[in-house]
Nanobody, 115 residues
Framework: QAQLVESGGGLVQPGGFLRLSCAAS????????MNWYRQAPGNERELVAG???????KYADSVKGRFTISRDNAEKTVYLQMNSLKPEDTAVYYC?????????WGQGTQVTVSS
């Protein structure tokens, strides 16, 4: 069955960086649009970045110029490079895979930006 497993979260100081990874299994990875969402306490889940099967990317305005999404179809992995992190980036980050009506979520990884 489909499975998405995130890793790379943790505690980082403001201005620091993290790289999140999401390893997929059980899906035709290269055909899927892959997204990163985040959810902070008391907030709705929001789209952070996405990358289509053809490599077209999109970003939330709040992360443009700081975050970069990429994918490795051979490794069935999507990445989120997060630079210049701010306290407001603190959230649980979720990997999401979508193809037509098919959609899957990972379990999430905590990112905390604090001094």
């Amino acid at each position: 069955q489909a499975q998405l497993v995130e890793s790379g979260g943790g505690l980082v100081q403001p201005g620091g960086f993290l790289r999140l990874s999401c390893a997929a299994s059980g899906i035709n990875f290269s055909a899927y649009t892959m997204n990163w969402y985040r959810q902070a306490p008391g907030n709705e889940r929001e789209l952070v970045a996405g990358i289509t099967s053809s490599g077209i990317t999109k970003y939330a305005d709040s992360v443009k110029g700081r975050f970069t999404i990429s994918r490795d179809n051979a490794e069935k992995t999507v990445y989120l490079q997060m630079n210049s992190l701010k306290p407001e980036d603190t959230a649980v980050y979720y990997c999401h895979a979508k193809y037509g009506y098919l959609a899957y979520w990972g379990q999430g990884t905590q990112v905390t930006v604090s001094s």
